[in-house]
């Protein structure tokens, strides 16, 4: 598979000091843990093998890279350099964009190359599963966006052993492909302001409830003091 340049969609030293790229945990494993590994030099068969699970996998050493301005093989050397370039395991994690007229229907198909494994799923939904390890080749999934919204973003990818490829573009409503842009992910979501401000709005409530609350006790303690006068 012959990758799309990288240098014209500025995700080549690109700052991540806002939020956008996405939250990226490297681990590995280990090749003698899986049965069969003996008789297969690269891993084919034992996909099943290699869990897309945190929990599972042993993380790589502090100073391995936990964010990445996107999916492509630019974003993979710096994990590789501070970790082991053979029997990873990349986790993405975050959210995407697609821009538009906010609202509006956006047809979107995706197109990841990928060597060894690769998956996806976008709002919870799957929209391309291929853990099976290969050279360099092209997979794809489409799903329909509405532009303007975030949406959750879960990605996977392993390398077993030689080559290595990953990189995620985008065709949007049947246009051009090209690498889905760093300014369209997002490695933190809206909805944690949302949720800051609500809490807020519901301890002012309780307050002004917890004040009327008061206001009607001294009431009704002032009429009880004057009957019994």
């Known amino acids: ?48 093998q290699i869990l897309r699970d945190d929990n599972k996998l042993t993380a790589c050493p502090e100073g391995t890279p936990t964010s990445v301005a996107t999916i492509d093989n630019a ?88 080559g290595i490829c990953n990189q995620m573009t985008w065709s949007l409503n049947g246009a051009e492909p090209e690498i889905v842009p760093q300014s369209a992910l997002s490695r933190v979501g809206d909805a944690t302001e949302e949720t800051t401000t609500t809490v807020a709005e519901e301890v002012t409530t309780e307050g002004t409830e917890a004040e009327a609350v008061e206001t009607t006790e001294e009431a009704t303690t002032e009429g009880e003091m004057t009957e019994e006068k």
């Not at 974003?75 to 975050?94: M, R």
């Open 1 to 48: 598979a012959k990758l799309l340049d990288s240098t014209s969609t500025k995700t080549k030293n690109s700052s991540l000091d806002d939020n956008s790229g996405l939250n990226v945990k490297a681990m590995t494993f280990n090749r003698e843990e899986l049965n069969g590994w003996e008789s297969s030099d690269w891993g084919v068969g034992l996909e099943d």
């Open 75 to 162: 974003s993979l050397s710096p994990i590789q350099s501070a970790c082991q370039s053979e029997f990873l395991v990349v986790h993405y994690t975050g959210f995407v964009t697609v821009p538009g007229n906010a609202g509006e229907d956006v047809a979107v198909n995706f197109k990841v190359a990928k060597d060894d494994t690769f998956s996806m799923s976008v709002d919870g939904n799957s929209v391309i599963d291929a853990w099976n390890n290969s050279g360099c080749a092209w997979v794809e999934g489409s799903t329909t966006l509405k532009a303007g919204q975030q949406y959750p973003l879960d990605a996977w990818f392993s390398q077993f052993r030689g």
